[in-house]
């Protein structure tokens, strides 16, 4: 097993930490700790611990379920150790030990514990990937949902909460009580100004609990805008045990990523931050350029090619860009309806970075999974298209490419392919929503759903019957036919 005790006996091949995890104490509390935050804030902070060894990470888990209760053991029993190997599209491998995270914590089990963490002055950021959904923002009133029911809970318990906003706000409380400083609070997730949007929640929430703490917060914490970027599937057992027969590990946590990573950030910090630019993140003064292009290109055109492969019965991404008909619609969806409106940052050439996006998911070494990209889409569409369908709209300008993306994902929530084979999608956003809409033979009801909410203040009475009849022909001819039928 992957342990401190045993880091010595890797094959050599395997880059280990250049320093001591023993000597290195935690700056950072991470909430959410998924594959993405293992392959990307880890691999930055892992770089610079070396120098700075006062950035150390605890992780915490705010999702109480069997798998995370095992995960959380498996991060004890390795001393929060795990591989990340780093493939290129050519074939090329490199595997690292990382060392970075030093606790994992699940809130569930000791949320005191994790209190106690946050409320520590030796901790001076709180980073977090935990979704596009997770900021509990309502699309429609764009505020903070105060209606939500784990939210109203901790308004009511704020000293025992169970929900990040709860779990931050009573740690500043605390801190502001015990003549602290506040800690940045630092979004990692694919949002359009990430750390607006986390401002607004965490604001929200402490408006409605307490406004004088609500105004200190805002004075002292500060929540830097970021794009971040690393492609990281699922890891399957199949797939983890291929990783360790290739790096000679014993790890039950390794993780997987393209070679590629970014990371682009405002420089704003409340309490100071490492020299992240040395392990390469990229400073600037607004990133907002850089997140459109990120979400508008890249993550849009994840979903826009996802949705109709589970159709078809693709699992990998790698597969269904080689697909000659899906690519070509999102080569048309990207240089047709998000490049004209897009403003390139500087340096940056949108007709290469389509290129690179394209090149990035065509990576046969990860076999990126389409029902991955898939899930929670209700949050994504919301997140990834809505500027675009708006900018259509409003331009009154052809929206058959987005009217085949809508059909192909309401079909796709049906859960059967054109080979007549199941599958589950996941969807946290629709546990309220009625099942009928989905499964309605009337092809027009799932337009009702949330996904669509952002732009049903404008007219969309002739995206919506392209909808209909793109899904019509999907049912009935399957999805080549439909994108047959768009315009060429
Ligand atoms: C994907 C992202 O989940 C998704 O929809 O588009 O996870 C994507 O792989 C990352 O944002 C890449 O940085």
């Given at each position: 097993m992957l342990t401190l005790e045993n880091?010595?006996?890797?094959?050599?091949?395997v880059h280990l930490p250049?320093?001591?995890?023993?000597d290195i104490k935690a700056g950072i509390v991470h909430f959410g700790v998924g594959n993405f935050f293992r392959a990307h804030e880890a691999l930055y902070i892992d770089k610079i611990l070396k120098a700075e060894p006062t950035w150390g990470i605890i992780g915490v888990g705010l999702t109480d379920s069997d798998h995370s209760r095992k995960k959380a053991a498996m991060f004890k029993a390795q001393d929060c150790l795990y591989s990340l190997t780093e493939c290129a599209p050519g074939g090329a491998r490199t595997v690292r030990v990382i060392a970075a995270l030093r606790d994992y914590l699940l809130a569930a089990q000791d949320p005191q514990k994790v209190l106690e963490h946050l409320s520590h002055?030796?901790?001076?950021i709180v980073s977090m990937?935990?979704?596009?959904?997770?900021?509990?923002?309502?699309?429609?009133?764009g505020a903070f949902d105060l209606d939500n029911h784990a939210v109203r809970r901790d308004l009511q318990n704020p000293e025992n909460p169970a929900t990040i906003f709860g779990y931050v706000v009573a740690a500043l409380r605390r801190r502001r009580d015990a003549g602290l400083k506040a800690f940045t609070i630092m979004s990692c997730d694919n949002l359009r100004h990430n750390g607006d949007v986390a401002r607004k929640a965490f604001l929200g929430f402490a408006q409605a609990h307490d406004p004088e703490l609500a105004e200190w917060i805002a004075h002292n914490a500060t929540f830097p805008n970021a794009m971040v970027d690393r492609i990281t599937p699922t890891v399957t057992p199949d797939c983890a045990q291929q990783l360790n027969t290739a790096s000679g590990l014993e790890d039950d946590l390794p993780v997987v990523a393209e070679d590629f990573h970014q990371w682009v950030l405002e420089d704003s910090f409340a309490d100071g931050r490492p020299d992240l630019a040395h392990a390469g993140v990229q400073f600037v003064k607004d990133v907002t350029d850089y997140e459109h292009v990120k979400i508008r290109m890249l993550n849009a055109s994840h979903i826009m090619l996802s949705f109709p492969a589970i159709l078809l019965g693709y699992a990998h991404v790698d597969q269904a860009v080689k697909d000659p008909a899906l690519k070509q619609n999102v080569e048309n969806f990207l240089n047709r309806d998000v490049i004209p409106t897009l403003k390139a940052p500087p340096g940056v050439d949108l007709q290469e970075y389509m290129q690179s996006v394209l090149s990035r998911f065509s990576?046969?070494?990860?076999?990126?999974q389409t029902l991955r990209i898939a899930s929670d889409g209700c949050a994504k569409i919301q997140v990834f298209w809505t500027e675009t369908v708006r900018k259509l709209l409003l331009g009154n300008k052809d929206c058959s490419r987005m009217a085949f993306g809508m059909a192909a994902y309401l079909e796709m929530?049906?859960?059967?392919?054109a080979l007549g084979q199941t599958y589950t999608t996941s969807e946290p956003?629709?546990?309220?929503?009625?099942e009928a809409l989905i499964?309605?033979?009337?092809?027009?009801?799932?337009?009702?759903?949330?996904?669509?909410?952002?732009?049903?203040?404008?007219?969309?009475s002739v995206l919506d019957r392209e909808v209909i009849e793109l899904r019509k022909i999907i049912r009935s001819q399957g999805v080549l036919a439909a994108l047959a039928t768009l315009p060429a």
């Open positions: 880091i010595g006996k890797v094959s050599s091949s250049d320093y001591n995890p023993l002055p030796d901790i001076r990937t935990i979704t596009e959904g997770g900021y509990n923002i309502n699309e429609v009133t990576n046969p070494a990860m076999a990126d929530l049906r859960g059967v392919n956003a629709y546990a309220q929503v009625p499964h309605s033979d009337d092809y027009a009801a799932g337009l009702k759903l949330p996904a669509f909410d952002a732009w049903r203040d404008l007219d969309s």
